[in-house]
């Protein structure tokens, strides 16, 4: 079988940390070929290494054999080799066709050609089954779309090894079927695929063999029609792993957060993004708000937390009125929120590991007098939540945000959070990205909340999670609650109907006060 590419022996070294340790991968042509490990252990370095974002301490690459040296993604493009990252490259003011053709335009005396290019490209979205509207905006169009055209610009520059890194992170499960339809028609053209992941599901649904990285060490290259999901996610964690959540029936207690009639209305249109919400949340119970997502969740979300407007309704922890209380208030009051954008919403990327642990605290009179920080008491509260959390980090409390891996990322948010022992704990997408170590983790954390008496609102898009975790799913549909399900009695099948909108319960079922 002869190989495409062949990466042989890879090292690279960063400051405290051997990303990738002699590391060998190998892709087939016309194979699609999973990458597979927990995060942080080296699966996006390799990548990059290969992509020509970094250059490897030792090791060599060969493509049909031969040795390449790869400087920049300029020589990677040159050698046919693409990459879609996992936080999209686009000029979000262009076009589509406008990024697609982005640093290969065809010019003639210094004037734009943009009819052939256009031609090419609704060839090829015919070709391949990925349509796109080449005059939108990127900033209007859906990650569904954006992802489209990320994977048309690797066509257009006829790459034929073509990398994807954690494609399906922020995709919707419709979407997903989608991407694994388009990658197999990529791969059945002839194309050779790697594919960045952690979920077991997708590489058992498309990949014909998978590479498993742990901790920056190569373990094994397997068949995947030769191995179940309970062996792969052991060789990426290294011991076994409970895929399914285990919890006991919970003491439900008084409510903690009353939503009442909430509407939040679109700024453009005067559409309502969120139609007149209620619902409650009460202690020691987990409520999901399951949907297709951009169906209000992320508005509803920064109304409670005080995140965005709200045009009318109200909302009450504890019996007390919090509907205009600024963020820092509702803290102080009990509730926590786990946002769904970690960079944007969750961290301060450019603050280190410590500073980001404390952003909830550091005003209070244990760490700062008359303004000046106590920063042995950070410090010592820091590493108190890096070990309880298991935190992991090249360089400890002063680790930059920015250069964490994700998953350890979210952990410092779940940490500060869970921490600052809340009332109610809003956790947007907790295991967006994640890797099974990481969620099962981050499930055991949010049952234990609850199995403590404490109220959660948990808005997912993984289905599994939702019917899972929860002890009771609203349906999100066009910003209304369609259902008020119990997850013991509805099937999979059945959520995805109401989350499609093809159905609803009558409005006498759904009774917002038992």
């Given at each position: 079988m002869e190989h495409i590419i062949e990466m042989l022996h890879i090292t690279k070294e960063f400051p405290g940390i051997i990303a990738n340790d002699d590391i060998t991968l190998q892709l087939s042509k016309g194979e699609i070929h999973a990458l597979l490990g927990e995060n942080g252990a080296g699966k996006s370095t390799l990548m990059s290494v290969l992509f020509g974002l970094y250059q490897p301490e030792k090791g060599v690459?060969?493509?049909?054999?031969?040795?390449?040296?790869?400087?920049?993604?300029?020589?990677?493009?040159?050698?046919g080799i693409g990459m879609v990252h996992q936080h999209f490259k686009l000029v979000h003011n262009f076009s589509v066709l406008q990024n697609i053709i982005l640093g290969v335009e065809t010019t003639q005396h210094g004037l734009l050609k943009m009819d052939d290019a256009r031609k090419r490209v609704m060839d090829l979205s015919q070709k391949y089954g990925l349509m796109v509207d080449p005059d939108a905006i990127i900033e209007d169009?859906?990650?569904?779309?954006?992802?489209?055209?990320?994977?048309?610009?690797?066509?257009?520059?006829?790459?034929?090894?073509?990398?994807?890194?954690?494609?399906?992170?922020?995709?919707?499960?419709?979407?997903?079927?989608?991407?694994?339809?388009?990658?197999?028609?990529?791969?059945?053209?002839?194309?050779?695929?790697?594919?960045?992941?952690?979920?077991?599901?997708?590489?058992?649904?498309?990949?014909?063999r998978c590479t498993v990285l742990r901790k920056g060490k190569y373990i094994a290259t397997v068949n995947v029609n030769e191995v179940t999901k309970e062996d792969l996610s052991e060789m990426m964690v290294g011991r076994k792993v409970n895929l399914n959540i285990e919890k006991k029936t919970t003491q439900v207690g008084e409510t903690v957060l009353e939503v009442k009639d909430l509407s939040v209305n679109s700024t453009e249109n005067n559409k309502k993004l969120v139609d007149n919400v209620s619902f409650n949340v009460k202690k020691g119970e987990i409520v999901c708000i399951a949907g297709i997502d951009g169906n209000g969740q992320s508005e509803l979300v920064y109304a409670l937390t005080g995140m965005g407007p709200i045009s009318s309704g109200s909302i009450a922890l504890n019996g007390a009125d919090i509907t205009h209380d600024s963020i820092r208030h509702?803290?102080?009051?009990?509730?926590?929120?786990?946002?769904?954008?970690?960079?944007?919403?969750?961290?301060?990327?450019?603050?280190?590991?410590?500073?980001?642990?404390?952003?909830?605290?550091?005003?209070?009179?244990?760490?700062?007098?008359?303004?000046?920080?106590?920063?042995?008491?950070?410090?010592?509260?820091?590493?108190?939540?890096?070990?309880?959390?298991?935190?992991?980090?090249?360089?400890?409390?002063?680790?930059?945000?920015?250069?964490m891996s994700g998953g350890n990322q979210q952990k410092v948010i779940i940490a500060r959070e869970v921490d600052l022992d809340p009332e109610i704990l809003i956790a947007v997408q907790p295991t967006r990205g994640l890797d099974v170590g990481a969620i099962e983790y981050i499930h055991k954390q949010l049952v234990e909340e609850r199995d403590r008496g404490k109220a959660i609102l948990l808005i997912s898009l993984e289905l599994d999670e939702v019917m899972n975790l929860s002890d009771r799913i609203l349906v999100v549909y066009e910003g209304k609650i369609v259902a008020d399900l119990n997850p013991k009695e509805v099937t999979v099948q059945e959520l995805g109907l109401y989350m499609a909108g093809s159905k609803t319960q009558l409005k006498s079922e759904v009774n917002t006060n038992e």
């Amino acid at each position: 079988m002869e190989h495409i590419i062949e990466m042989l022996h890879i090292t690279k070294e960063f400051p405290g940390i051997i990303a990738n340790d002699d590391i060998t991968l190998q892709l087939s042509k016309g194979e699609i070929h999973a990458l597979l490990g927990e995060n942080g252990a080296g699966k996006s370095t390799l990548m990059s290494v290969l992509f020509g974002l970094y250059q490897p301490e030792k090791g060599v690459i060969k493509k049909n054999g031969e040795v390449v040296n790869i400087k920049d993604p300029n020589d990677a493009n040159d050698l046919g080799i693409g990459m879609v990252h996992q936080h999209f490259k686009l000029v979000h003011n262009f076009s589509v066709l406008q990024n697609i053709i982005l640093g290969v335009e065809t010019t003639q005396h210094g004037l734009l050609k943009m009819d052939d290019a256009r031609k090419r490209v609704m060839d090829l979205s015919q070709k391949y089954g990925l349509m796109v509207d080449p005059d939108a905006i990127i900033e209007d169009i859906t990650v569904g779309m954006q992802q489209r055209v990320e994977i048309l610009k690797m066509l257009y520059r006829d790459n034929e090894i073509l990398i994807f890194d954690e494609p399906t992170a922020v995709l919707t499960p419709q979407e997903i079927e989608e991407l694994m339809k388009i990658m197999r028609s990529l791969a059945h053209e002839g194309k050779s695929i790697l594919f960045i992941t952690h979920k077991l599901n997708e590489i058992k649904a498309v990949a014909d063999r998978c590479t498993v990285l742990r901790k920056g060490k190569y373990i094994a290259t397997v068949n995947v029609n030769e191995v179940t999901k309970e062996d792969l996610s052991e060789m990426m964690v290294g011991r076994k792993v409970n895929l399914n959540i285990e919890k006991k029936t919970t003491q439900v207690g008084e409510t903690v957060l009353e939503v009442k009639d909430l509407s939040v209305n679109s700024t453009e249109n005067n559409k309502k993004l969120v139609d007149n919400v209620s619902f409650n949340v009460k202690k020691g119970e987990i409520v999901c708000i399951a949907g297709i997502d951009g169906n209000g969740q992320s508005e509803l979300v920064y109304a409670l937390t005080g995140m965005g407007p709200i045009s009318s309704g109200s909302i009450a922890l504890n019996g007390a009125d919090i509907t205009h209380d600024s963020i820092r208030h509702r803290n102080i009051k009990g509730m926590a929120h786990i946002p769904e954008d970690r960079h944007k919403d969750g961290l301060v990327l450019d603050y280190s590991l410590g500073e980001n642990l404390i952003l909830k605290r550091y005003y209070t009179k244990e760490y700062q007098n008359k303004g000046f920080i106590n920063f042995q008491n950070i410090e010592k509260y820091a590493n108190k939540l890096i070990d309880k959390f298991d935190i992991r980090s090249g360089q400890g409390i002063k680790t930059p945000a920015r250069s964490m891996s994700g998953g350890n990322q979210q952990k410092v948010i779940i940490a500060r959070e869970v921490d600052l022992d809340p009332e109610i704990l809003i956790a947007v997408q907790p295991t967006r990205g994640l890797d099974v170590g990481a969620i099962e983790y981050i499930h055991k954390q949010l049952v234990e909340e609850r199995d403590r008496g404490k109220a959660i609102l948990l808005i997912s898009l993984e289905l599994d999670e939702v019917m899972n975790l929860s002890d009771r799913i609203l349906v999100v549909y066009e910003g209304k609650i369609v259902a008020d399900l119990n997850p013991k009695e509805v099937t999979v099948q059945e959520l995805g109907l109401y989350m499609a909108g093809s159905k609803t319960q009558l409005k006498s079922e759904v009774n917002t006060n038992e």
